[in-house]
């Protein structure tokens, strides 16, 4: 049996008529920026989330620099980042040419750690930047207390966690300011690049919808220094076609994982993913760790079963930080991470047969002794 990764083609076999319906809807029209789409797209994927506010941007690297950039934060001022995450988020930072803080994850659910977040405040922290790894949202309430009587920003990188529940609230209505992607593998996917920013700040929202104009609200009338970051009417109709499918999709993916939590309790030295109380996780991805990781992979790869890593290198020992003076041991939970982190497949295009095959193969992994 044949488990992939991921698999993008059945979605758009799935709501073929749909999406076919919104390209011609658009080609027709004859306009293909700033348009009906993007304005429908953006009010809808407001109130999915419960916020004032959503802009469509390029990219999610993009919404998140745009975010800093609105909220005027810039060289001189610190943002504090988790040392486990995808490079974008730091990146983000390194553009507006602010000061990385990196801060350890805790160890269980692997998302920023706001007792260790508290120890990095200082006179200069202007935000605080948590990452809903891996589907599930970080503490936000707990790093709202530290940062809401100290005017700090909290943004939101939702890249992963479209439909991710904190108590009653969405992920991308939890901080001040959230960064979405949409690029096609995450939980709600277009077409090609995509993002959003999301926020309930009437101000914010209005310099981040200049901003990412080049800085214009009238045409040739810049009124500060923007970027291009826009997004097409098509992929903004191909996001408002998939939209509606969200929950379900994410409902699949609750399923699988709960399949994957039952039948690999107890199997080996594997870490399975912690829920902490209070979140409601949409499983962008199913990491495991084990202190076998490598010959894990290697076994379901003979086996068929595809497996990722993410990320198999921390941000600050990357090549893009060499020059940043950050060193192995630096950061030792991230590091430790980055050897011990296994994603299996999960996503609306695997069955629970493929689930129970590839839990069926890992038993037999460490049943093995290999
Ligand atoms: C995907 C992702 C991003 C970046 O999104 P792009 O649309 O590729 O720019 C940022 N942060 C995290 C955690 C991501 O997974």
Same mark, same amino acid.
């Given at each position: ?293 490598? *010959?894990?992979?290697?076994? @379901?790869? =003979? /086996? ?7 990320? $198999? !290198?921390? %941000? #600050? &020992? +990357? ?8 060193? *192995?041991?630096?950061?030792? @939970?991230? =590091? /430790? ?7 299996? $497949? !999960?996503? %609306? #295009? &695997? +069955? ?19």
């Amino acid at each position: 049996m044949k488990v992939p990764f991921l698999e993008l083609k059945p979605t758009y076999d799935a709501l073929r008529v749909e999406l076919d319906a919104a390209y011609h809807r658009v080609m027709d029209s004859g306009w293909y920026l700033f348009g009906s789409e993007m304005a429908a797209f953006e009010s809808e994927y407001a109130a999915a989330i419960d916020v004032g506010h959503c802009i469509a941007v390029a990219n999610g690297l993009e919404a998140m620099q745009l975010a800093l950039l609105a909220a005027g934060i810039g060289p001189g001022d610190e943002v504090i980042v988790p040392s486990n995450t995808y490079i974008a988020t730091w990146l983000a930072v390194s553009q507006v040419g602010a000061t990385l803080v990196p801060c350890e994850p805790d160890d269980e659910t692997m998302n920023l750690d706001p007792v260790r977040v508290a120890s990095h405040l200082t006179s200069r922290t202007r935000c605080i930047l948590p990452v809903h790894l891996y589907g599930q949202t970080a503490n936000v309430p707990a790093l709202r207390a530290l940062a809401d009587p100290r005017n700090i920003l909290v943004l939101e990188d939702a890249a992963q966690s479209h439909g991710a529940t904190c108590g009653p609230r969405q992920s991308g209505a939890l901080g001040h300011i959230a960064g979405v992607s949409f690029y096609p593998s995450k939980n709600l996917g277009a077409f090609g690049d995509a993002g959003a920013v999301t926020t309930s700040d009437d101000a914010l929202a209005e310099k981040v919808r200049t901003l990412r104009n080049y800085g214009s609200k009238v045409r040739y009338h810049h009124e500060v220094r923007g970027i291009n970051s826009r997004l097409s009417e098509l992929q903004c109709a191909f996001l408002r076609s998939k939209l509606p499918h969200l929950e379900a999709w994410n409902q699949v993916r609750k399923r699988l994982a709960a399949r994957y939590l039952e039948g690999l309790a107890g199997v080996g030295d594997l870490r399975l993913p912690v829920t902490a109380q209070g979140m409601d996780p949409v499983w962008h991805l199913f990491v495991v760790r084990t202190r076998r990781r490598d *010959a894990l992979r290697q076994f @379901l790869s =003979e /086996h068929e079963i595809a497996s990722q890593i993410h990320y $198999p !290198i921390p %941000p #600050h &020992l +990357s090549g893009a930080y060499r020059d940043a003076g950050w060193k *192995a041991g630096d950061f030792p @939970l991230a =590091e /430790h991470m980055a050897q011990q982190v296994l994603s299996l $497949p !999960i996503g %609306p #295009h &695997l +069955s629970e047969s493929c689930v129970d095959y590839t839990i069926d193969t890992i038993r037999r992994f460490f049943a093995g002794g290999r």
